[in-house]
T-cell receptor, first 112, second 112 residues
């Protein structure tokens, strides 16, 4: 059974601090995605990581992918309150159409 | 460009009733996937449609069904509603399967 595990599930940070969210998955996958969800809202696409060693950055967020270790990280630099949200990673199953397997999400709270 | 549109945004139904949810994908997107999001189970894949054909189905009972029209719009239907069907139902569209998926705002279904 394919599993996608995120940790931590809850993260309380102070503004200005750095932290990393980890996403491990249990089987071969072509792609890894990071999404953000604000309370009561939909999922916003943040990053699509397509190959081993891929690194993408947008503002204070940087995502990377190590397909050999089946690990992706989402690094937060100098956190600000606006980053408070739940972050999900998701993977495609090779050969399975349109089926993203999601982690349970990391609820991030950034406090002043 | 317009995003993924889901209607209605909110629904309250009684146990035993049926419900139909609608999803209009981004123009040019041919793949539509549906997900159920609950606090306990997280995000779970329901099914995926491409060119009016269901190509993949998640582990949900037959009460959950869907279809896709020639203009790529999709509907999902849940019959004989149960309390446990209360959830946020999200639709995602992509150009083709297994490429970046963009999510709609969701339909919040409450079964009483």
């Amino acid at each position: 059974e394919l599993k996608v595990e995120q940790n931590p599930l809850f993260l309380s940070m102070q503004e200005g601090k750095n932290y990393t969210i980890y996403c491990n998955y249990s089987t071969t996958s072509d792609r890894l995605y990071w999404y953000r969800q604000d309370p009561g809202k939909s999922l916003e696409s943040l990053f699509v990581l397509l190959s081993n060693g891929a690194v993408k950055q947008e503002g204070r967020l940087m995502a990377s992918l190590d397909t050999k270790a089946r690990l992706s990280t989402l690094h937060i630099t100098a956190a600000v309150h606006d980053l408070s949200a739940t972050y999900f990673c998701a993977v495609d199953i090779v050969g399975s159409q349109g089926n993203l397997i999601f982690g349970k999400g990391t609820k991030l709270s950034v406090k002043p | 460009k317009a995003g993924v549109t889901q209607t209605p945004r909110y629904l309250i139904k009684t146990r035993g009733q049926q419900v139909t949810l609608s999803c209009s994908p981004i123009s040019g997107h041919r793949s539509v996937s549906w997900y159920q999001q609950t606090p306990g189970q997280g995000l779970q894949f329901l099914f995926e449609y491409f060119s009016e054909t269901q190509r993949n189905k998640g582990n949900f009972p037959g009460r959950f069904s869907g279809r896709q029209f020639s203009n790529s719009r999709s509907e999902m239907n849940v019959s004989t509603l149960e309390l446990g069907d209360s959830a946020l139902y999200l639709c995602a569209s992509s150009v083709v399967s297994n490429t970046e998926a963009f999510f709609g705002q969701g339909t919040r279904l409450t079964v009483v």
